[in-house]
């Protein structure tokens, strides 16, 4: 039997005990299914920093090189966000990881769950049914362009670059991702501005003749920031650019009602790292109220990684069967609550 | 009696229709207050491409540096963003218009009308009493930094560049606004990433304690764009770079219930531009279905600027009559509704 090596950077703030509650799932789960799961430790952020002063220190990155897949927990700390002079900061790590691995595609699934609806900023005619798939470019752009700033401050810049190469990989997952789904592609850009906007539309329109069967729609940033809110529904698969990405797919977050429950998946060409998509929290820290449920459910896009489809299916039924229980946190359900513990021991006893 | 100068360009689209609505609307009010208004015409846009090849010809930019303002309709054909590899596209004449004019603030008021609050996509409780102003910067950053597509389509970049200089003349009037108002200012960046930011975070930390009684925040754009929708009375005045204001604000628009109110205006050193933030919307071109309010909010917005502060604030009152009055366009009420001029007319009326 293969051993499947995950290598578990638990992180910052709450990142450690929703990890904890996955790393319990998994057990469980390989113990179901006859899989054998190998989890080895390793830190990365502020944690990271305060021990080592480095926030990805290299034996955490060469853990993460010799795994097959890497389950994330958060990262940030309020010490670095308030000191923007902070010449080391928690966000270099999980940046210089993503580029070191080669994460060129970040995968964001938003969906609701009816019995949550209620919970939406949003109204539910307009939230009911939402399926999306957001791909997110995630190791170029303007995130790892050239940076710049004068030494006394006169000016700064910051390079937005794309290749063909960039451009083409995630396109083609993207339209596969769409193949499989209803059929739609939407690329968000900004080509009436943007040089590199123009270059993902001309390259993305060169590639859709290979996928006839997928519809593909173009939308600028702007608009798209409007459709995400007035009508959710239109989009299926969403392609955009890493800067572009990051913004609508927290903007799209807030559909479902709580982004306590939303997972992500950052893949490569020899690499996978699951993470969820809420941060490290910190006020929550320790209080076992954090919602397991999101890092839960990016285990789930793990093991489809690892292409164990049957345990993932089986994760999120799992899942789904908590939920509709209302066996939640209090994010969830402020009347009556379960622990960041009892809500992970709930889905591994229904396993 | 002075003479007031106002360049009106029209536009494309649906920005003719309403543009004239509010000529009309001034013209009035000229008579109402005394005031000489003199109404000069320009084209630009893609009219302005079909009629001389140039969206923004010398002659129409020379009318805009002579007048004492500029009252705009809208930019924008779908037989260009159709064709992303069209050399000469509409927008690019608005992008040198605000350039040449020097425009560098680009301000959107965001409110809610009690009796328009059920036609948004989000929650009554989460949108009622919204009131934010949002300070966007116009004539720099990704927009006009350096752009290039190498000629094989292997790769591209643009350039997003600050200057202090850039940053100090739109923090100041934000902070000026911000004592006026609920004394709250937001800075919007991605300070964790790009040196753009970070310097943006400086300079604003450094004129902050010129503003003693104006409480400074910070936010990430990603978690702007969440928290938008979550719950967006926590914003009073938000400061933003180019791009990240452009998304910020549209998506900022769907809160009230219609984009077809809101007006904007884009200020520099000695000119002011007045322009409703829908676009051309084609499909209702000539339908005589257009909503003229953020057009004729806008003319509002331009008298401030004009300093005939009183008049401004009638027409504001005579919107609200119109809006309480149902006295609507379609997309305010679907059972009863009113044409383009019949709106106009009822506002001019009440004047
Ligand atoms: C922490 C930060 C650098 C990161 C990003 O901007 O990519 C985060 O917002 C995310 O989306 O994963
Ligand atoms: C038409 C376009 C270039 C413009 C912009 O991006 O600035 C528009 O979206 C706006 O916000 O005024």
Request: proline content about 4%; some cysteine.
């Amino acid at each position: 039997r293969k051993t499947y090596k995950i290598a578990v950077l638990a992180g910052d703030g709450i990142g450690p005990e929703v990890t904890d509650e996955s790393v319990k799932i998994l057990k469980v789960i390989g113990e179901a299914f006859q899989y054998n799961f190998q989890f080895d430790y390793g830190v990365m952020g502020a944690e990271a920093i305060y021990e080592t002063g480095n926030p990805l220190p290299d034996k955490t990155l060469e853990l993460c090189r010799n795994s097959d897949a890497v389950l994330f927990g958060a990262i940030g700390d309020p010490a670095f966000d308030n000191n923007p002079d902070a010449k080391v900061r928690p966000e270099q790590g999980l940046l210089k990881l993503r580029k070191e691995l080669g994460l060129f595609a970040n995968i964001r699934p938003i969906k609701t769950y009816a019995s949550l609806i209620k919970k939406s900023p949003l109204k539910r005619e307009i939230v009911e049914g939402t399926d999306i798939q957001i791909y997110r470019e995630l190791i170029s752009g303007i995130y790892f362009g050239e940076k710049f700033t004068e030494e006394n401050g006169e000016y700064a810049y910051d390079l937005c670059k794309y290749s063909r190469e960039e451009i083409v990989g995630i396109a083609h997952l993207a339209f596969q991702d769409a193949q499989k789904r209803r059929k739609k592609l939407t690329l968000i850009d900004k080509a009436n501005v943007l040089d590199t906007s123009r270059l993902w539309r001309k390259i993305v329109k060169e590639i859709a003749p290979q996928y006839p069967d997928v519809e593909l729609d173009f939308m600028f940033v702007d608009n798209a920031a409007m459709q995400m809110i007035l009508n959710p529904k239109q989009f299926d698969v969403i392609l955009t650019e890493n800067m572009f990405g990051d913004i609508i797919s927290d903007e799209a977050s807030v559909i479902g009602g709580s982004i306590g429950l939303l997972p992500s998946a950052s893949i490569g060409e020899d690499s996978g790292l699951f993470e969820p998509i809420h941060g490290s929290y910190p006020q929550a820290k320790g209080k076992g109220i954090a919602n397991p449920i999101a890092s839960i459910l990016s285990a789930a896009m793990l093991l489809d990684y690892l292409e164990l489809t049957q345990a993932a299916d089986k994760l999120r039924k799992s899942v789904e069967h908590a939920i509709e229980s209302k066996y939640v946190t209090i994010d969830l359900n402020a009347e009556q609550h379960y622990s960041t513990s009892e809500v992970g021991d709930f889905i591994a006893d229904y396993i």
